[in-house]
């Protein structure tokens, strides 16, 4: 290993902690992870084993992969933003119309899992803890019902493309399909999330004092109209690409110009109304896409350097199995942030070895998206469910790890079972 990789495989360790430990340090994670990118790019650019042509090449070729994905994500994004705006996510509120903390436990659960199989799983945990703040008072409870929560949005996200972003870098990276992946990974996830959840049930009992009054917000035909049309164009994305033969971000694109056209079509008569999508658009928060801009532009630097071969050769002299692989590439996710790991993963295996839907793919589509789960620090949800519950690392671990862990076993199991 020369010294330009070197440096380049200690920038990204250090990066790696300051991604971690970014609440006590109290630095955006985005902003590591444009440095980092840089900076490995930098050292790539001065490894003598490389002409600065080569080098050129390289960086547009990743360039032009990691645009598709940003632009997926902000397209996704505004579609969500939107949905919101309009209130339409407030439906989902009245179906939780009990008294029993297990009923809204499963009832929270089975909504979740779903519907991150539809949006992801970030937005899906999003929705449903604010539903949740809604229907308990509990702190205990909460933090319970929040970590389920976690759990399904993160095996609801693994077995669609469109899911979990780990996933459609897979999709649109060609190591999965859109079928085979549903057909393949939907029992194990769904496996994974029920078993989780009977532990659970254990320690969520009694009623709660009454139920959720919901307020009347004009639930409208616009909002329900809204609704359908957000969330039709984000279920229709990956039939889009079979039909076209377009990539995935295109059908994004174009179900978030039907939607934009939609609403300005409503809002014609006025110039500067706060629910067009145009106002709505602005105020999207790009600190997820820019982190995710970093971790790309670094795991490329250091696929081209060919570090993450060498790691490869290494992974395999010592694990000859690559379901242990993939299954301590999903417990490692629990400790830093899935996206690198697989992006990482994709450097480090080529399709010729691994073609297109192989187990190897399959699982680590599961284990990487699953295995977020066993940490509240391992994955966007756990982070969300931090920050708008204020979770602590302590309280998740005493609470969600083994019933996350058991579920994540219990998936991996399952794979192999019906496979």
């Given at each position: 290993m020369d010294n330009p990789t070197t440096c380049m495989a200690i920038v990204?360790?250090?990066g790696y902690l300051f991604i971690?430990?970014?609440h006590p340090i109290g630095l955006n994670k985005a902003t590591t992870a444009l440095m980092m990118g840089v900076i490995c790019w930098i050292f790539q650019f001065a490894n003598a084993a490389f002409t600065p042509e080569e080098n050129m090449q390289y960086l547009g070729l990743h360039l032009s992969d990691i645009s598709q994905v940003i632009v997926f994500l902000l397209g996704a994004l505004i579609i969500v933003e939107i949905l919101n705006a309009h209130q339409g996510f407030d439906i989902l509120l009245r179906f939780f119309r009990t008294l029993s903390k297990r009923k809204i436990l499963w009832g929270i659960g089975l909504v979740t899992f779903f519907l991150s199989s539809i949006l992801d799983n970030l937005t899906a945990t999003i929705v449903m803890v604010s539903i949740l703040q809604k229907l308990i008072r509990d702190p205990k409870d909460r933090l319970l019902i929040g970590g389920g929560i976690v759990i399904a949005a993160n095996t609801g996200g693994v077995w669609t493309p469109i899911g979990d972003v780990t996933t459609t870098m897979l999709w649109i990276g060609?190591?999965?399909?859109t079928v085979q992946?549903?057909?393949?990974?939907?029992v194990p996830s769904f496996i994974s999330f029920i078993m989780s959840f009977l532990c659970l049930t254990f320690f969520v009992k009694g009623n709660i004092e009454q139920p959720p009054s919901i307020e009347n917000k004009q639930m409208t035909s616009l909002s329900l109209a809204v609704l359908i049309l957000g969330l039709?164009?984000?279920v229709l994305v990956p039939i889009f690409k079979v039909v076209t033969g377009l990539p995935p971000f295109m059908g994004m694109i174009f179900g978030l110009s039907l939607l934009w056209t939609f609403t300005d079509f409503i809002y014609r008569k006025e110039q500067d109304h706060p629910l067009k999508a145009v106002e709505i658009a602005s105020k999207i928060d790009l600190s997820g896409p820019l982190f995710f801009l970093g971790i790309l532009l670094t795991v490329n630097a250091l696929e081209t350097s060919h570090l993450l071969t060498s790691l490869?050769?290494?992974?395999?002299?010592?694990?000859?199995?690559t379901a242990i692989i993939a299954t301590?590439?999903?417990i490692a996710s629990s400790l830093v942030d899935n996206i690198p790991l697989v992006a990482a993963t994709m450097g480090m295996y080529d399709m010729a070895q691994y073609p297109m839907d192989s187990s190897f793919w399959q699982l680590i589509a599961y284990c990487a998206g699953t295995g977020g789960s066993l940490l509240i620090i391992g994955s966007a949800a756990g982070v969300i469910l931090m920050a708008m519950e204020r979770v602590s690392f302590s309280s998740y671990l005493k609470y969600i790890t083994i019933p996350a862990f058991i579920g994540y076993i219990s998936g991996i199991f399952t794979y192999f079972l019906i496979s």
């Open positions: 990204f360790i250090i971690i430990f970014e060609g190591q999965i399909s992946t549903i057909q393949t990974l939907f039709g164009s984000l490869a050769h290494w992974l395999d002299s010592y694990f000859h199995s301590l590439i999903g």
